[in-house]
């Protein structure tokens, strides 16, 4: 399996910041990845595919980039409803894989 | 717009079957991937499998000896047995349809709530 390691695990960071989170496959994906937003007590969001590409009604403050091995998922300005855990997920081979996920703290 | 909405018991006994079904509303389960994704706190997400709509489906090896994904198109129904259960399987089970077109199988576009499912005796 294609084992996804996402850092940090944690960040903290205030509205209007800029964030980037990062996400390392344990071999080459290409661009076979998608970033999704989790909020408590709810289920993923697809923000995010093929590495850039980004979903239909995602704000633009959200971009993606990376291909091979190392990817990134950035947050241009922090909005107070982007406070939420963020995972990569792989979509290159099967089994599909998750990373274990980034929470974006009020700082 | 499609909604999904996972349902069934809450609570399984170690050895017995896990069985969820997955309700599609507002939409056609034709001509899409749906998959059935778990999550919890210390497996974090974990893909399960999906099935086409034609039937043809793809498990997790880690899961494969003991899933079976199945589809009702009459009822647009989506359902999942996990069998020989431990409490290593109690998690927030989630249906996902997939993306479509070029995508269909490799990324989730639209999720269930979730269902919490423990494996206690």
């Known amino acids: 399996d294609i084992q996804m390691t996402q850092f940090p695990s944690s960040v903290s960071a205030s509205v209007g910041d800029r964030v980037t989170i990062t996400c390392r496959a344990s071999?080459?994906?290409?661009?076979?990845l998608a970033w999704y937003q989790q909020k408590p007590g709810n289920a993923p969001k697809l923000l995010i595919y093929?590495?850039?590409t980004l979903q239909i009604g995602v704000p633009s403050r959200f971009s993606g980039s990376g291909s091979g091995t190392d990817f990134t998922l950035t947050i241009s300005r922090l909005q107070p409803e982007d406070f939420a855990t963020y995972f990569c997920?792989?979509?290159?081979?099967?089994?599909?894989?998750f990373g274990g996920g980034t929470k974006v703290e009020i700082k | 717009q499609v909604q999904l909405q996972e349902s069934g018991p809450g609570l399984v006994k170690p050895s017995e079957t896990l069985s969820l079904t997955c309700t599609v509303s507002?939409?056609?389960?034709?001509?899409?991937?749906w998959n059935w994704i778990r999550q919890s706190p210390g497996r974090g997400l974990e893909w399960i499998g999906y099935?086409?709509?034609?039937?043809?489906?793809n498990y997790n090896p880690s899961f494969k000896s003991r899933v079976s994904i199945s589809v009702d198109t009459s009822k647009n129904h989506i359902s999942l047995k996990l069998s020989s259960v431990t409490a290593a399987d109690t998690a927030v089970y989630f249906c996902?349809?997939?993306?479509?077109?070029?995508?269909?199988?490799?990324?989730?576009?639209?999720w269930g709530q979730g269902t919490l499912v423990t494996v206690s005796s």
């Open positions: 996902a349809r997939g993306l479509g077109g070029d995508f269909g199988a490799e990324y989730f576009q639209v």
């Open positions: 507002g939409g056609s389960i034709s001509d899409n991937y």
């Open positions: 099935i086409y709509y034609s039937g043809s489906t």
């Open positions: 071999q080459d994906i290409s661009s076979w």
């Open positions: 093929l590495a850039s």
């Open positions: 997920q792989q979509a290159n081979r099967f089994p599909l894989t």
